[in-house]
């Protein structure tokens, strides 16, 4: 079965870990809001990991993180 790129990113939000600052290594999905919230204000940064970054904050704004947890238990057999 082939994933769309909503698929993949959702993946991508459950595998990838944070690349640099505060919470560098942490997976992008564990990230605490208010650190989400610091960079929507501020602004994210361009390119995937922004993409990736407004996603996990759009998510845990709407208190969607629950569509998160099958995909993550999934991964993280990985």
Same mark, same amino acid.
């Given at each position: 079965m082939e994933q769309?790129? *909503?698929?993949?990113?959702?993946? *991508?939000?459950?595998?990838m870990r944070m690349p640099y600052g505060k919470y560098k290594g942490t997976l992008l999905c564990d990230l605490p809001e208010p650190y989400l919230s610091w960079y929507n204000a501020k602004g994210f940064p361009k390119g995937q990991m922004g993409q990736l970054l407004a996603s996990i904050y759009e998510i845990k704004l709407n208190g969607l993180e629950y569509l998160l947890k099958p995909?993550?238990?999934?991964?993280?057999?990985r």
């Open positions: 769309g790129p *909503q698929s993949k990113m959702l993946i *991508q939000l459950v595998t995909i993550k238990a999934q991964f993280a057999k």
